[in-house]
């Protein structure tokens, strides 16, 4: 009977001093370890080091501590409001207790750094954004310039596009005549046979009959006139860009023609010849028309008349 009063004073005079002292007698009377009872609770044996000695320095916060020392208490049979009475009035609590709450954690700081962090990402994909657009500029531009295979030239007028480098005048070409209608040979009077034998010529001369209606016929025709070797003539069925030169360097035509336009142009043969659709456009030469089935459809074709 005296030995629980005993322990009832121990208890009472530990409540001035900590829990420890209470806890680790009560521990040892059952035998146990501080390795025992830290298995038991799945506490560290740092834990259950600082809290026999009343030395909370175990890097553990109040509240797990006060929660600790509950369940030490509840393991070797040792009141639990006794316990914690006694962890609550030990001197180290009371002066974190007077110490009053732990300030709040600002995120004043947190909220700064995510904005900065904001605006630099921004900032960022600015960068970018300029970057490719740049590039993109610079390949369109690169792009438009390598592929110009002919040059696109404004459809302007024969007269200023067939004007030559030098000072020397365009030589007009003239229409080829149209024969005119033959004209009906002039009656001549009869003369009678008799008249004809009658007259007397003398011996040894020649005797010349006269014209007959087809010779005449004939004298009156113009002679057809030979076919002009500095004459080039070219027809379109549809636009075509075109540049000739003669022999000489000059430039006798050169730009865009349609399907209306017909040339006739004249100069130092053999000319060179561009088309940018030959496809589209008829050569004559010395009154024959020039092969141009061989050039194949959309490809310039280049080519000298005649041929040497």
Not at 17 to 37: I, N
Not at 248 to 256: A, F, I, K, N, T
Not at 273 to 296: C, I, K, N
Request: net charge negative; hydrophobic share 40%.
């Amino acid at each position: 009977m005296n030995e629980p009063q005993s322990l009832a004073g121990d208890e009472q005079n530990n409540t001035d001093t900590g829990p420890g002292k209470l806890l680790r007698d009560a521990r040892e009377r059952r035998g146990w370890s501080q390795q025992d009872v830290a298995r038991r609770l799945n506490l560290r044996l740092a834990v259950i080091e600082s809290i026999d000695d009343d030395h909370y320095t175990a890097g553990v916060a109040l509240t797990f501590l006060r929660g600790y020392v509950k369940a030490y208490a509840k393991l070797v049979g040792v009141s639990e409001q006794l316990a914690l009475s006694s962890f609550d009035t030990m001197s180290g609590t009371e002066q974190l207790r007077s110490a009053g709450p732990a300030p709040m954690q600002s995120f004043s700081k947190k909220t700064r750094q995510q904005a900065s962090d904001k605006w630099l990402k921004l900032t960022s994909w600015l960068v970018v954004l300029g970057l490719v657009a740049s590039l993109v500029f610079w390949w369109w531009q690169n792009s438009s310039n390598g592929y110009t295979e002919s040059p696109v030239i404004e459809p302007a007028s024969d007269s200023a596009t067939q004007a030559p480098a030098t000072t020397q005048p365009e030589p007009v070409t003239e229409a080829e005549p149209v024969p005119e209608a033959e004209p009906e040979p002039a009656s001549e009077p009869a003369v009678a046979p008799e008249t004809l034998s009658g007259l007397s010529q003398p011996a040894g001369s020649e005797v010349i009959a006269p014209d007959t209606p087809a010779d005449t016929a004939a004298a009156a025709m113009p002679a057809e006139p030979a076919p002009d070797p500095e004459r080039l003539v070219l027809g379109f069925t549809a636009d075509c860009w075109i540049k000739v030169t003669d022999a000489e360097g000059r430039v006798l035509s050169e730009g865009v023609k349609t399907s209306s336009d017909r040339l006739e142009l004249t100069g130092k043969p053999p000319f060179s010849l561009v088309l940018g659709a030959p496809q589209a456009a008829t050569v004559e030469y010395l009154d024959q028309m020039v092969d141009l089935t061989s050039f194949r459809a959309g490809r310039v074709a280049r080519l000298t008349v005649p041929k040497s």
